[in-house]
């Protein structure tokens, strides 16, 4: 069936440098897209979001890249700290009708000093 | 506001045995939904519901029931606990106006 998924299960990154993320999604209908960070024994809190009538959005040193001609979503991080390693979700709202996400199966971000 | 808050934290259970997992929001969001976490994976739309009153199936509704009585609150029922049932749950909630959900905390729950 239909998912979201993504291409690494695990990124490890020295402090400092950027960080990407990917992100495949096989829907079409899909029509906005969210990351999620979620740190060790928390709830996902909420990264940035992105419609499908964009290609790239920017927030406080994250970056998502929308590429819809190959179903395919980045998260960018500038600069990555510390208190960036997490598990990190990208999700997908599948248009109207759809009141809830549906999430991939995350990437660990490990963050060396 | 005290945003999405889940009770209890951790719980254990025997197989067979029932159980209500609360969540609350006092954000006055219409949009609430439950989802499950396994190891090593994504979250799974369990239930959800767009309002008081109304609820609908998620990818995983097996096992598991909800209502919706009031804006508030979204109680999810686990009739008869069951060892695939062992996972960590969230409850997720948002305004009608937006997209993006927040999420509580988590409860732990483990079936024996």
């Known amino acids: 069936g239909e998912s979201v998924g993504l291409h690494l299960p695990t990124l490890s990154v020295q402090e400092g440098d950027n960080s990407i993320i990917n992100c495949a999604y096989s829907?079409?209908?899909?029509?906005?897209f969210i990351w999620y960070k979620q740190e060790s024994g928390k709830g996902p809190q909420f990264i940035i979001d992105?419609?499908?009538?964009?290609d790239k959005r920017q927030g406080q040193r994250v970056t998502v890249l929308l590429n819809k001609t190959v179903k395919h979503l980045s998260l960018q991080i500038a600069a990555t700290q510390p208190g960036d390693s997490a598990v990190y979700f990208c999700?997908?709202?599948?248009?109207?009708?759809?009141?809830?996400?549906?999430f991939g199966s995350g990437t660990r971000l490990q963050v060396q000093p | 506001n005290a945003g999405v808050t889940q009770t209890p934290k951790f719980q254990v259970l025997k197989t067979g045995q029932s159980m209500t997992l609360q969540c609350a929001q006092d954000?006055?969001?219409?949009?609430m939904s439950w989802y499950r976490q396994d190891p090593g994976m994504g979250l799974r739309l369990i239930h959800y519901s767009v309002g008081a009153g109304i609820t609908d199936q998620g990818e995983v509704p097996n096992g598991y029931n909800v209502s919706r009585s009031t804006t508030e609150d979204f109680p999810l029922r686990l009739l008869s606990a069951a060892p695939s049932q062992t996972s960590v749950y969230f409850c997720?909630?948002?305004?009608?106006?937006?997209?993006?959900?927040?999420f509580g905390p988590g409860t732990r729950l483990l079936v024996l």
């Open positions: 992105i419609r499908s009538n964009m």
């Open positions: 997720a909630s948002r305004g009608h106006a937006q997209e993006t959900q927040y």
């Open positions: 999700a997908e709202n599948r248009g109207t009708g759809r009141r809830a996400l549906t």
């Open positions: 954000m006055n969001h219409e949009y």
């Open positions: 829907n079409s209908a899909s029509d906005y």
